[in-house]
């Protein structure tokens, strides 16, 4: 959890896209990112000193909702508001947050109800996390689909939104690949619709 909490942060509002680095990896691959996924627009609003909120959106399954949390405030999603506002404190800044979390969920079905459950048009940051959903029910090639969807959808409505991929995962996927040393189908997806669309990627899998 403060692996994800601390690269979004970072990520999405201390690079700028040119020559930005960002690596995860897990064991026997690596995801190279230098997407800033949106970050400069973030930038400049923070800066800006006409200051605003920013909105920032979670697109998921059980995992967003936080289902098997201790507590429903526990949920990744709502520590990440939390922690941006504490960190942005300083700045004046007020971070809201919206979930749009359906339990059991892929990427097929929110790609159909993101425009009813989210305001893209006042987006700033879009969270999407369908990787175990995508790897127990869709095709390699369904799954990048629906995630190219998620993505063009959201950037027609604000094209400078920022948008993060993250990359949950389970048990099923701990055996099934990353103890193989192999990387989750649904994620290799994924990865391929970031890599197009320079889209922010972290990864909380196993280092």
Not at 121 to 146: C, H, M, P, Q, Y
Not at 177 to 205: F, M, W
Request: hydrophobic fraction near 40%.
């Amino acid at each position: 959890m403060r692996k994800f909490l601390f690269c979004l942060f970072f990520c999405g509002l201390m690079t700028s896209g040119a020559g930005a680095d960002e690596s995860s990896s897990a064991p026997g691959f690596e995801i190279e990112s230098t997407a800033s996924g949106g970050a400069q627009y973030l930038i400049n609003k923070i800066n800006n000193e006409n200051k605003t909120e920013i909105n920032i959106a979670f697109l998921g399954g059980s995992i967003t909702q936080g289902v098997g949390a201790s507590h429903p405030s526990r949920a990744y999603s709502r520590q990440c508001v939390r922690f941006l506002n504490k960190a942005m404190e300083d700045k004046g800044l007020k971070f809201k947050g919206k979930i749009a979390a359906v339990g059991g969920t892929d990427s097929f079905y929110g790609v159909f109800r993101m425009s009813a459950q989210l305001d893209l048009k006042n987006t700033d940051i879009l969270v999407v996390e369908f990787a175990v959903n995508d790897f127990s029910g869709r095709s390699l090639t369904s799954a990048g689909d629906a995630m190219e969807g998620i993505v063009r959808q959201a950037r027609k409505n604000n094209p400078d939104m920022m948008i993060v991929f993250l990359y949950t995962t389970n048990r099923k996927m701990l055996t099934n690949c990353y103890d193989k040393k192999v990387l989750p189908e649904s994620i290799r997806a994924h990865h391929k619709v970031a890599e197009h669309y320079s889209v922010a990627e972290v990864h909380s899998g196993p280092d």
